[in-house]
């Protein structure tokens, strides 16, 4: 079953009961002229098991720690934002899986060899599927890009990723803004694309607890300072599909638009786009979990391939 992702941007009380996941509106909670029967009638409930992440995104929303653990034993990532509704925050559980230990054992004993090779494939994946949104979206030529995404040899040596990308983005956005640079604090869609890829992180760093992973071990980002080095790694492939929902939305609003509310309810259907593993069509979200599954397998010794998707 397709997890939901539910997002708060106005003010809520957010509690627990029986499972489920009680919304309470402020100004009805306050209200002194209105009946309980009314404010009770008000409320919303939904089964907490049957949501995947959560995003807070309003300096008015109070949540009981008593729904924050519901959450989290439900392993639901939960989405804090800034006062620009950028995400700034994701809260996940500590474990996911009932045989932790081992499966981080595994993942500490990867040898250097093998974290190379899965990075590899993951960079011909990723280059191949933005092969694939140029191809949509431009009449860039994409011949070059296949070509590099056949040479990516063992961790990527030769840097082709950002050959790809420079070409990449440059054909993509840069067809309507000239200069277009991918760049977190750069001009709009970057504010798009950053809210996108915030979404994404959090449910691959879901699955990779789910899939009792370290999300802080890259195979190969190994920055310091970041605490989902292998949740940015996993999530290379799937970029694309973000980038081309992206692209689907400044056609629609404008290369320049900003984060609307209707623009962030597009970008939070993230996690139910289609995408396709090995021909089987599912969710972003399910088909995540059967990334970081044979993640795993690939650390057990179980596989030497990463199930990603395909852009077709």
Not at 169 to 176: E, R, S, V
């Amino acid at each position: 079953m397709i997890k939901k992702t539910f997002c708060f941007s106005n003010p809520a009380y957010l509690s627990m009961h029986n499972a489920q996941l009680v919304i309470k509106l402020p100004e009805v909670e306050k209200a002194t002229n209105l009946s309980e029967e009314f404010k009770k009638a008000n409320e919303v409930t939904r089964p907490i098991e049957d949501i995947g992440v959560l995003v807070l995104d309003h300096k008015q929303i109070t949540i009981t720690q008593g729904a924050l653990e519901a959450l989290l034993e439900n392993n639901c990532a939960v989405i804090t934002c800034d006062s620009s509704h950028m995400p700034v925050g994701l809260l996940l559980p500590l474990a996911g899986n009932t045989t932790q230990s081992e499966r981080f054992r595994d993942q500490l004993d990867a040898s250097l060899p093998l974290r190379k090779q899965l990075w590899q494939q993951t960079m011909q994946y990723k280059i191949r599927n933005q092969a694939a949104v140029l191809a949509q979206w431009s009449n860039a030529e994409t011949k070059c890009m296949q070509i590099w995404a056949n040479d990516v040899r063992s961790g990527d040596p030769d840097n082709l990723e950002a050959r790809a990308a420079v070409y990449y983005w440059k054909h993509l956005f840069g067809q309507h803004i000239e200069g277009f640079i991918r760049d977190r604090e750069g001009i709009a869609p970057n504010n798009l694309l950053n809210y996108g890829y915030a979404i994404l992180r959090a449910v691959v760093a879901r699955s990779l607890v789910a899939s009792g992973l370290l999300p802080t071990l890259g195979i190969h980002h190994h920055n310091r300072y970041n605490a989902y080095c292998l949740a940015d790694d996993i999530m290379e492939p799937y970029r694309p599909y973000v980038d081309h929902l992206v692209y689907d939305i400044t056609e629609q609003y404008g290369v320049d638009a900003e984060l609307s509310k209707d623009i962030k309810a597009e970008l939070l259907s993230i996690p139910t786009l289609d995408v396709v593993i090995g021909s089987k069509r599912s969710p972003l979200m399910v088909a995540v979990s059967q990334t970081t599954a044979s993640l795993y397998k690939c650390f057990s010794g179980e596989l030497r391939k990463i199930a990603y998707p395909e852009m077709s």
